[in-house]
Every structure is written in C-alpha cells, then in structure tokens.
C-alpha cells in the first residue's frame, strides 16, 4: 500500500497521513532490497578494514623508518663526540707539555691573550664605533714612524 499525504489548505494544522507500509522501512520507488543493503553495507565493512589495516602497517612502517633515522644521528652524533673528545683531550696533553717545556713563553702568550680579550669586552661597553676607537692611535703612530723616517 502506498503512503499519501494530504495537504492541509490551513497554515496551523498539521498535514495528515494515511496508509503507509509497516515493513523495511524502504522508501517509496527505492529498488533496493534488504539483502543488496546488508550486501552493500558489508563490503564497506570489509572496505574500511581493508583501509584500517593499510593504514595500521604505514603507521609501523613510518615508526620504524622514524627508528631508524634516530639511531643513525644517534651514532653519527656519538662518534662526532668522541672524535672531537680525543682531539680536544690531545691538544690539551700537548699545550700542557709545552707549557712545562717553556714556561716563560706561555706565560707571555696567555699575557697577551688576556690583554686581547680585555681589549674586546672593555670595547664592548663603550658606545664608539669600532673605527673611531682604531683610525687615531693607527693614524698618530703612521706619523710619527713618518715623522722619524724623514728627519
């Protein structure tokens, strides 16, 4: 039996129904049976696993590659310290053996270090340029080895 409606010429009341069917819930003109719905509905099932389960494997695929590249720079980072460790600790064993060898001399050297470093950091707070701190002392001591030369 097929469903009809009646249309209400009145705005305030509610249009009336009558007849109808009280199986399958399908619409009226659908061509659809139940068992191409349940069908229909399993292949999606089996689709969206299908789906779940590709997506499950790159997701392992993707954590182990991520492993992977954080092992190598792991490695690579390690050796990298250790390289630079073995140098350092050489270059520290040989400063202090020449240190022991000539003593006067490194202690000129760190004189002159220091006396560099605290030209930079007294520089540093200063608010002259770099150029007005150098021209004049280069400039009087230009001519004054001028002045000597040709007297």
Request: charged share 25%; net charge positive; no cysteine.
């Amino acid at each position: 039996m097929e469903t009809t409606k009646k249309e209400n010429k009145e705005p305030n009341k509610p249009a009336v129904t009558t007849g109808g069917s009280m199986g399958g819930g399908s619409a009226v003109g659908s061509s659809t049976s139940p068992t191409t719905t349940s069908s229909a509905a399993q292949t999606v099932r089996d689709e969206a696993r299908d789906l779940g389960r590709q997506a499950s494997d790159f997701a392992d695929q993707t954590k182990q590659a991520a492993a992977q590249v954080y092992d190598k720079a792991s490695r690579t980072a390690s050796e990298a310290y250790d390289k630079t460790s073995q140098t350092l600790s050489a270059s520290y064993d040989q400063a202090m053996v020449y240190g022991r060898d000539n003593p006067g001399k490194l202690t000129l050297i760190a004189f002159g270090a220091g006396i560099g470093v605290g030209i930079l950091l007294a520089g540093g707070f200063s608010t002259r340029s770099r150029s007005s701190r150098i021209v004049p002392p280069v400039v009087d001591a230009l001519s004054e080895i001028a002045r000597e030369v040709f007297r």
